[in-house]
């Protein structure tokens, strides 16, 4: 497949792939799909409940979530409703949903486009969150043996509002930048860093109370 360079022979950036595909460039519309793809990938295994795992591939996920956006992608160029990567992981993140909801049945409101419900963090991915909120200083006591702290920090992540704990897991599993999940949850900078500091807030609060609880 030919493949378009940016300036100097770099690698092109989205934003100029975009500008390609604006103009017709089909070779740019594949790059433009086919670069976000490992992304993609792990934000499907981060979200991907494990009692799916029979019956859905996650490689058939990343591959239905970039030929649905393939499809959509000429009205995305006219109107850009979003930055480039939001838009396309918005995509995955509507099929993980309804995956949910087919498979799992989960007796809750049903999803809208106004207010999406969030599946539940799957028990590998809470452990990785765990795990990454411990090494990085944040939990609100590094003397416990991590094992232990882990788990408890597992149980509050499970009492965290589903906003807050939304925020700590595009951080910190799908490392998303604070300009990409703001744009993600159509907010300023200055408020997501205001959120991303109220849920680590939370979480320390939480775990206060479950270490209390372990006593």
Known sequence: MQ???????????????????????????QQLLVRHRERIRR????????????????????QETLADAARKLPA????RPLPFYPWLR????????KLHQKHLKAQRRAVT???????????????????????????????????????????????????????????????LSNKEIAEALAISEGALKMRHLRALTSLRAIMADVIGEDQ
């Open 3 to 29: 493949r378009l360079c940016g300036m100097a022979g770099q690698p092109p950036d989205t934003e100029w792939l975009i500008e390609q595909a604006s103009r017709g460039h089909a070779t740019a519309c």
């Open 43 to 62: 934000m499907v295994a981060v979200r991907l409940d494990r009692r799916l795992a029979a019956r859905v591939d996650p490689s058939d996920v990343v």
């Open 76 to 79: 995305y160029l006219r109107d």
């Open 90 to 97: 918005s995509i995955a993140w509507e099929r993980v949903v």
């Open 113 to 175: 486009r106004e207010e999406p419900q969030l599946p539940g963090l799957p028990d590998e991915s809470a452990l990785e969150l765990a795990k990454r909120l411990i090494d990085s200083g944040t939990s609100p006591s590094l003397t416990m043996e991590k094992k232990e702290l882990r788990g408890q920090v597992r149980a509050a992540l499970s009492r965290l509002r589903d906003q807050d704990r939304e925020i700590l897991v595009m951080r910190y599993l799908e490392q």
